[in-house]
Protein backbone atom coordinates (compact mmCIF):
# COMPACT_ATOMS: atom_id res chain seq x y z
CA UNK A 1 0.00 0.00 0.00
CA UNK A 2 1.17 3.30 -0.96
CA UNK A 3 1.97 6.21 1.59
CA UNK A 4 -1.00 8.68 -0.14
CA UNK A 5 -3.22 5.50 0.13
CA UNK A 6 -2.31 5.03 3.61
CA UNK A 7 -2.80 8.63 5.21
CA UNK A 8 -6.50 8.19 3.01
CA UNK A 9 -7.34 5.13 5.34
CA UNK A 10 -6.13 6.83 8.50
CA UNK A 11 -8.01 9.84 7.69
CA UNK A 12 -11.50 7.96 7.55
CA UNK A 13 -10.83 6.00 10.49
CA UNK A 14 -9.40 8.97 12.42
CA UNK A 15 -12.87 10.64 11.33
CA UNK A 16 -15.18 7.68 12.23
CA UNK A 17 -13.29 7.77 15.73
CA UNK A 18 -13.74 11.74 16.40
CA UNK A 19 -17.29 10.89 15.04
CA UNK A 20 -17.94 8.21 17.08
CA UNK A 21 -17.17 10.37 20.43
CA UNK A 22 -19.54 12.98 19.48
CA UNK A 23 -22.22 10.76 18.97
CA UNK A 24 -21.42 8.78 22.17
CA UNK A 25 -21.14 11.66 24.06
CA UNK A 26 -24.78 12.73 22.57
CA UNK A 27 -26.55 9.80 24.46
CA UNK A 28 -26.34 11.12 27.56
CA UNK A 29 -28.22 13.84 26.73
CA UNK A 30 -31.39 11.07 26.25
CA UNK A 31 -32.52 7.78 27.58
CA UNK A 32 -30.28 5.48 30.40
CA UNK A 33 -26.18 6.01 30.42
CA UNK A 34 -24.54 3.36 28.51
CA UNK A 35 -20.57 2.34 28.67
CA UNK A 36 -19.39 1.89 24.94
CA UNK A 37 -19.02 -1.93 25.96
CA UNK A 38 -23.30 -2.05 26.90
CA UNK A 39 -23.92 -0.10 23.63
CA UNK A 40 -22.05 -2.78 21.78
CA UNK A 41 -23.74 -5.43 23.51
CA UNK A 42 -27.62 -3.77 23.23
CA UNK A 43 -27.40 -3.19 19.77
CA UNK A 44 -26.83 -6.51 19.06
CA UNK A 45 -29.19 -8.06 21.32
CA UNK A 46 -31.40 -5.21 19.85
CA UNK A 47 -31.05 -6.49 15.95
CA UNK A 48 -31.29 -9.97 16.81
CA UNK A 49 -33.94 -10.39 19.76
CA UNK A 50 -33.50 -13.69 20.97
CA UNK A 51 -30.19 -14.59 20.84
CA UNK A 52 -27.77 -16.30 22.90
CA UNK A 53 -25.11 -14.85 25.56
CA UNK A 54 -22.89 -16.78 23.16
CA UNK A 55 -23.87 -15.67 20.00
CA UNK A 56 -23.84 -12.41 21.24
CA UNK A 57 -21.20 -12.77 23.01
CA UNK A 58 -19.50 -13.80 19.66
CA UNK A 59 -20.56 -11.16 17.35
CA UNK A 60 -19.69 -8.62 19.77
CA UNK A 61 -15.70 -9.85 19.83
CA UNK A 62 -16.20 -9.69 23.81
CA UNK A 63 -14.26 -11.93 26.13
CA UNK A 64 -16.45 -14.37 28.51
CA UNK A 65 -16.03 -11.78 31.67
CA UNK A 66 -16.61 -8.57 30.13
CA UNK A 67 -19.59 -10.26 28.07
CA UNK A 68 -21.24 -10.94 31.32
CA UNK A 69 -20.47 -7.89 33.03
CA UNK A 70 -22.24 -5.94 29.96
CA UNK A 71 -24.66 -8.51 30.29
CA UNK A 72 -25.55 -8.23 34.04
CA UNK A 73 -25.54 -4.30 33.94
CA UNK A 74 -28.00 -4.43 31.03
CA UNK A 75 -30.21 -6.39 33.09
CA UNK A 76 -29.86 -4.47 36.28
CA UNK A 77 -30.60 -1.21 34.44
CA UNK A 78 -33.95 -3.00 33.24
CA UNK A 79 -32.37 -3.27 29.59
CA UNK A 80 -32.28 -6.52 28.65
CA UNK A 81 -34.23 -9.60 29.67
CA UNK A 82 -33.14 -13.22 29.95
CA UNK A 83 -35.65 -16.27 29.30
CA UNK A 84 -34.97 -20.02 29.27
CA UNK A 85 -35.01 -21.07 26.12
CA UNK A 86 -38.37 -22.84 24.83
CA UNK A 87 -36.12 -25.97 23.12
CA UNK A 88 -33.19 -26.23 26.02
CA UNK A 89 -33.41 -25.59 29.14
CA UNK A 90 -29.99 -25.02 29.55
CA UNK A 91 -29.90 -22.20 26.85
CA UNK A 92 -31.03 -18.76 27.12
CA UNK A 93 -32.39 -16.41 24.88
CA UNK A 94 -31.82 -12.63 25.36
CA UNK A 95 -34.07 -9.76 24.24
CA UNK A 96 -34.38 -6.30 24.96
CA UNK A 97 -36.91 -4.84 27.06
CA UNK A 98 -39.98 -2.18 27.16
CA UNK A 99 -37.30 0.36 28.56
CA UNK A 100 -34.79 -0.61 25.44
CA UNK A 101 -37.19 -0.09 23.13
CA UNK A 102 -37.82 3.52 24.82
CA UNK A 103 -34.16 4.40 25.14
CA UNK A 104 -33.55 3.50 21.00
CA UNK A 105 -36.46 5.72 20.55
CA UNK A 106 -34.76 8.57 22.65
CA UNK A 107 -31.18 7.87 20.99
CA UNK A 108 -32.89 7.95 17.38
CA UNK A 109 -34.27 11.30 17.94
CA UNK A 110 -31.39 12.92 20.07
CA UNK A 111 -29.42 11.37 17.20
CA UNK A 112 -30.91 12.49 14.37
CA UNK A 113 -31.19 15.86 15.80
CA UNK A 114 -27.29 15.74 15.99
CA UNK A 115 -26.77 15.17 12.75
CA UNK A 116 -29.26 16.82 11.09
CA UNK A 117 -28.12 19.21 8.47
CA UNK A 118 -24.56 17.58 8.17
CA UNK A 119 -26.22 15.76 4.78
CA UNK A 120 -29.60 16.86 3.96
CA UNK A 121 -29.64 14.98 0.42
CA UNK A 122 -31.26 11.46 1.21
CA UNK A 123 -29.64 9.70 -1.55
CA UNK A 124 -26.28 11.28 0.32
CA UNK A 125 -27.13 9.80 3.65
CA UNK A 126 -28.14 6.22 1.68
CA UNK A 127 -24.51 5.76 0.39
CA UNK A 128 -22.70 6.97 3.27
CA UNK A 129 -24.58 4.72 5.68
CA UNK A 130 -24.01 1.64 3.04
CA UNK A 131 -20.33 2.62 3.37
CA UNK A 132 -19.79 2.35 6.76
CA UNK A 133 -22.00 -0.70 7.03
CA UNK A 134 -19.60 -2.00 4.76
CA UNK A 135 -16.74 -0.78 6.54
CA UNK A 136 -18.43 -2.64 9.53
CA UNK A 137 -18.72 -6.13 7.42
CA UNK A 138 -15.46 -6.21 6.52
CA UNK A 139 -14.01 -5.76 9.58
CA UNK A 140 -16.17 -8.20 11.58
CA UNK A 141 -15.46 -10.71 8.67
CA UNK A 142 -12.19 -10.00 9.21
CA UNK A 143 -11.83 -10.74 12.90
CA UNK A 144 -14.46 -13.69 13.01
CA UNK A 145 -11.85 -15.27 10.47
CA UNK A 146 -9.01 -14.56 13.01
CA UNK A 147 -6.99 -12.04 10.40
CA UNK A 148 -3.75 -11.25 12.34
CA UNK A 149 -3.50 -7.54 13.18
CA UNK A 150 -1.88 -6.00 10.41
CA UNK A 151 1.67 -4.30 10.81
Known amino acids: MDEAH ?26 EAW ?11 DRNPGTSP ?15 RAIRAL ?5 VRREVDGDDARRARLYPTEKAHENLRQLR ?20 TATLQRIENHLV ?3 RRGAPPVS
Open 109 to 128: EVWSRLLDGVLDDPEKIDVT
Open 75 to 79: EKKGL
Open 54 to 68: REAAEATQLISSNFS
Open 6 to 31: TARLFELADAILAVSRHIHASKDTGG
Open 35 to 45: TPLESSVMRFI
Open 141 to 143: TRS
